[in-house]
């Protein structure tokens, strides 16, 4: 059963407060997953940092959760290692390793009430602290209410979870993880049965409550948004590799492949081509204009990436460094946002995005305008 796995995997905790833990650090080396035919994680090699908040990021089926459920113990890897703090899980039960995991199905017990579900776990770790010591009922009780008090959940002790709401029902998931203080916190997809809304406000709580609790949190998403704003650093994956290790700002904003750039939200992805790069610069031909762009690869084709907000379209005639004329192809307003997207010379589209501070643009489509793709935001990618 989902929870008795949960539960078991501490068989003993320590008597530090929760919010003063140190986190384990996870390394991944030459990790591989097979069933069959498909290779669902391929010799991946990832350092996640004691006390990192740190996400695996990609779409569905590029071994996410093949590779959080290889470092919980539910799968056996097909080759590679697993180290916690320097030691190798593999061969270590689920229920002996010091991780627990949150899943999206929350899992709890229908019959008890929120601080029997809490307290589950810990009347299944054997009465004993990491040092030795017994774990008394006080000590039980008083580490309950602490973890109670860290998600917010005081006042609905005596609720079972069918009087939570789905927000609530998470809250308890989380709790019951961390009261048995794991080194490591693995999350998968923990908000996904939510609302947009509630994903959002549950997002900041997250990041918080790891700042607090200061253990290792190890997060599977989807979801881009969510993984740039609660991870200190994430990896990108594709097709059961790693295609690129970061902190928000370094994936965003310098993506290593066109890939990346285009999972990681809306990213301007222009065929061009390129000179052989010097000092990390590199002149592109795109519609038979030169411009400046950021990169550090061969001669050859490229795809460039600017991301809509830093490209700028003005109706006068085309001029300046990296300025090539286009034509509005159609005005998209958004709300707070207008979205403007025009058409090359060599019939590629491109977007632009402003902040509706003032009016927005209406300029008809066909309208002749002028395009600058700024060089610090203009990145040449290998193809
Ligand atoms: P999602 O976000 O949809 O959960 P994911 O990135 O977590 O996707 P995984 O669940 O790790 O991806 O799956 C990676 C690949 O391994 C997929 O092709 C999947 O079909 C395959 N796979 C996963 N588990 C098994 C299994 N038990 N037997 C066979 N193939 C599996």
Same mark, same amino acid.
């Given at each position: 059963?989902?929870?008795?796995?949960?539960?078991?995997?501490?068989?003993?905790?320590?008597?530090?407060?929760?919010?003063?833990?140190?986190?384990?650090?996870?390394?991944?080396?030459?990790?591989?997953?097979?069933?069959?035919?498909?290779?669902?994680?391929?010799?991946?090699?990832?350092?996640?940092?004691?006390?990192?908040?740190?996400?695996?990021?990609?779409?569905?089926?590029?071994?996410?959760?093949?590779?959080?459920?290889?470092?919980?113990?539910?799968?056996?890897?097909?080759?590679?290692?697993?180290?916690?703090?320097?030691?190798?899980?593999?061969?270590?039960?689920?229920?002996?390793?010091?991780?627990?995991?949150?899943?999206?199905?929350?899992?709890?017990?229908?019959?008890?009430?929120?601080?029997?579900?809490?307290?589950?776990?810990?009347?299944?770790?054997?009465?004993?602290?990491?040092?030795?010591?017994?774990?008394?009922?006080?000590?039980?009780?008083?580490?309950?209410?602490?973890?109670?008090?860290?998600?917010?959940?005081?006042?609905?002790?005596?609720?079972?979870?069918?009087?939570?709401?789905?927000?609530?029902?998470? $809250?308890? %998931?989380? *709790?019951?993880?961390?009261?048995?203080?794991?080194?490591?916190? &693995? +999350? #998968?997809?923990?908000?996904? !049965?939510?609302?947009?809304?509630?994903?959002?406000?549950?997002?900041?709580?997250?990041?918080?409550?790891?700042?607090?609790?200061?253990?290792?949190?190890?997060?599977?998403?989807?979801?881009?948004?969510?993984?740039?704003?609660?991870?200190?650093?994430?990896?990108?994956?594709?097709?059961?590799?790693?295609?690129?290790?970061?902190?928000?700002?370094?994936?965003?904003? $310098?993506? %290593?492949? *066109?890939?990346?750039?285009?999972?990681?939200?809306?990213?301007? &992805? +222009? #065929?061009?081509?390129?000179? !052989?790069?010097?000092?990390?610069?590199?002149?592109?031909?795109?519609?038979?204009?030169?411009?400046?762009?950021?990169?550090?690869?061969?001669?050859?084709?490229?795809?460039?990436?600017?991301?809509?907000?830093?490209?700028?379209?003005?109706?006068?005639?085309?001029?300046?460094?990296?300025?090539?004329?286009?034509?509005?192809?159609?005005?998209?307003?958004?709300?707070?946002?207008?979205?403007?997207?025009?058409?090359?010379?060599?019939?590629?589209?491109?977007?632009? +995005?402003?902040?509706?501070?003032?009016?927005?643009?209406?300029?008809?489509?066909?309208?002749?305008?002028?395009?600058?793709?700024?060089?610090?935001?203009?990145?040449?990618?290998?193809?």
């Amino acid at each position: 059963m989902l929870v008795g796995q949960t539960v078991a995997r501490m068989d003993a905790v320590s008597n530090v407060p929760l919010t003063r833990q140190h986190g384990g650090q996870i390394d991944l080396v030459s990790l591989s997953k097979t069933f069959g035919d498909v290779v669902a994680v391929d010799d991946i090699e990832l350092c996640i940092e004691p006390g990192e908040f740190f996400s695996l990021l990609g779409p569905s089926g590029c071994g996410k959760t093949t590779t959080l459920r290889m470092i919980a113990g539910f799968e056996q890897p097909s080759g590679g290692q697993i180290l916690l703090d320097g030691q190798d899980l593999v061969a270590v039960p689920p229920h002996r390793r010091p991780v627990n995991t949150v899943f999206q199905s929350y899992a709890l017990f229908p019959h008890l009430n929120v601080e029997d579900n809490i307290a589950y776990g810990l009347r299944w770790r054997h009465d004993r602290t990491r040092d030795g010591t017994t774990l008394d009922k006080a000590q039980r009780r008083r580490r309950v209410g602490e973890v109670i008090d860290l998600v917010r959940l005081g006042g609905l002790e005596k609720r079972r979870p069918a009087q939570l709401s789905g927000g609530q029902q998470q $809250r308890v %998931a989380l *709790a019951r993880a961390l009261v048995l203080q794991p080194k490591v916190l &693995l +999350l #998968d997809e923990p908000l996904g !049965a939510l609302d947009a809304k509630l994903r959002k406000h549950l997002q900041g709580d997250l990041a918080a409550l790891q700042r607090d609790v200061g253990i290792t949190f190890l997060y599977v998403t989807h979801d881009q948004e969510e993984a740039l704003t609660m991870s200190h650093r994430l990896a990108v994956m594709d097709g059961g590799q790693v295609a690129q290790v970061g902190t928000p700002v370094e994936v965003y904003e $310098r993506p %290593a492949t *066109a890939y990346v750039a285009d999972f990681l939200g809306v990213a301007n &992805l +222009l #065929d061009a081509s390129a000179e !052989a790069a010097h000092d990390g610069r590199q002149m592109v031909q795109l519609c038979s204009y030169t411009l400046d762009a950021q990169g550090d690869g061969a001669a050859g084709a490229v795809k460039l990436v600017v991301r809509p907000e830093r490209v700028r379209v003005s109706p006068d005639e085309p001029g300046g460094p990296n300025c090539l004329p286009a034509m509005i192809d159609r005005i998209v307003y958004v709300g707070s946002t207008t979205q403007v997207h025009v058409r090359l010379p060599d019939g590629q589209t491109l977007q632009s +995005l402003t902040a509706n501070a003032e009016s927005p643009p209406d300029w008809p489509s066909g309208t002749p305008v002028a395009v600058t793709l700024p060089a610090d935001a203009l990145r040449a990618l290998p193809v």
